[in-house]
């Protein structure tokens, strides 16, 4: 379409391509500026958790509570960390007359590293990261006693999810998978309300 306008000068002709290509630029610009900033927030979910040790398996589902704090770059890229607790995994196991009943809770760290691609309201997110985490667990055996148990365990975290953009909130769900010890599964499903500043 350019070629069909006629301008008098061959030096303007040079310099529209260029021009056009400076207010598109700033214009990216001006929607990453936008869409770039701090945020914080907390999310709700279930955290799914499964042991097998001795040929004893200890799994439950639980809720779970975290706080997020982090730095949105551009339309595509995120930095964020989160302290997040779960309420109490419990199991029970009898054999013959002996019960045992084993309770635990989790206390876990994470810093996790987003790719966003945005769409229209949205966007969708994939991200990896590192999570260390603190268990403090309690076993109770019928007739004997109460022991007390804690342990730490750390390693790498998978997530995945949608975030529907608002003015100056976000709605994120999201899926994470955590790298646990050998017979350790865990996972969380979570609802999050963000609030960009």
């Known amino acids: 379409m350019v070629s069909h306008l006629n301008f008098g000068a061959p030096i303007v002709k040079r310099l529209l391509p260029l021009l056009c290509l400076g207010f598109i630029q700033v214009s990216h610009a001006q929607e990453a500026q936008e869409s770039s900033g701090g945020y914080m927030g907390f999310a709700i979910g279930s955290f799914d958790y499964e042991e097998t040790y ?53 206390e876990i760290l994470t810093l996790r590293a987003l790719g966003m691609i945005p769409l229209s309201k949205a966007s969708l997110f994939g991200g990896v990261g ?10 109770t055996l019928t007739g004997v006693g ?52």
């Open 54 to 106: 001795e040929g004893l398996t200890f799994a439950d589902t639980t809720s779970a509570y975290r706080l997020l704090a982090g730095y949105r770059f551009n339309d595509s890229f995120a930095l964020e960390g989160g302290w997040g607790t779960t309420s109490d995994i419990e199991d029970s196991y009898t054999q013959g007359n002996l019960t045992l009943n084993v309770q635990a809770d989790y």
């Open 130 to 139: 590192y999570y260390d985490a603190d268990l403090t667990a309690s076993a």
């Open 146 to 197: 109460q022991f007390d148990l804690e342990g730490s365990s750390d390693g790498a975290t998978l997530v995945g999810g949608v975030q529907f953009e608002f003015e100056r909130v976000s709605i994120r769900g999201e899926y994470e998978w955590f790298d646990t010890d050998d017979g350790i599964e865990a996972w969380d499903i979570s609802l999050g309300l963000l609030f960009k500043f």
